[in-house]
């Protein structure tokens, strides 16, 4: 697959290079994010189709299945390629009950990157997200000097956030080098939303000038789920010009909107992988974007 390449943590002694086009895992395990996948031989094709087509960012959690995703990256990619880049998130947790909660006290988030470093069988973890979860017995900053301290002693390359707002953006850059933010973001889904279960899901273009200043990028999630529901009729129009669907548009939009945005689309669905790196290909002209605005 030929697609620019885009650098995490310039910034830093360990800059990395990856592709401007990652693949999310999170729809690799079962219904409502939980247990197995429904297909694990087409799983683990998925993965390892990543690798074939020159996709070299991974985004995974141990709380998703749990522990289901990263399960499934060890079995399908370990010995790992040299320049596979695997991004894990911490800081949240599912209950017995299958609903999502907070993981994230200094102590908890040590458990779980000690997790994640098992099951993916990695002496340090190249990327990680603390993701900001409302928590009133502990303050994020800190849970973000357990990052910074875990990150000194080794366990962890470069640090990143995931689901903040531009201040508390501003507040975790000052104290250390943050290399990437993870934010909802999709054509249809630009800022802040309360999701169904109450969490509130902070929005990508809300800190995108941020992030392009600093020269951080920004990987949005919910990139397509919340986006195509919601059916937009500049999307179909731009898809029979370019004769593509809908979701392909969707994320050539996201690689067109600004340089800094990685996209890391999920899907549970070998056919509909193949479908999303195409949009890579895909090239607007100006006149589509402003269309699509």
Known sequence: MNTEEI???GGSKDPLKVKRFGYGTMRLTGEGIWGEPPNRPEALQI???????????????????????????????????????????????????KSWTHFNSPEKLRISIDNNLRTLKLERITLVHFRFIANDEVHYKESMQAMFEMQKEGKILHVGVSNVSPEELQTVMAMG??????????HGQRNSITLPWGEQSRGGEEV?????????PLIPYFSLFRSLPKKDERISTIAKKHNATDAQIS??????????????????????????IKAAEIKLSEEDMKFLE
């Open 208 to 216: 995108l000038a941020l992030c392009e200043k600093n020269k951080i």
């Open 47 to 97: 993965l390892r189709r990543c690798i074939a087509c020159g996709l070299n960012f991974i985004d995974t959690a141990d709380y998703y299945g749990e522990d289901v995703t990263n399960r499934l990256i060890q079995e399908a990619l370990y010995p790992y390629p040299e320049t596979l880049v695997i991004c894990t998130k911490v800081g949240g947790a599912r209950k017995p009950d």
């Open 177 to 186: 080098n943050i290399a990437t933010v993870e934010n909802m973001y999709g």
């Open 7 to 9: 650098v995490i943590a």
């Open 251 to 276: 994320l050539a939009w996201l690689l067109h909107r600004s340089p800094w945005i990685l996209p890391i689309p999920g899907t549970s669905s070998l056919k509909h992988f193949e479908e999303n």
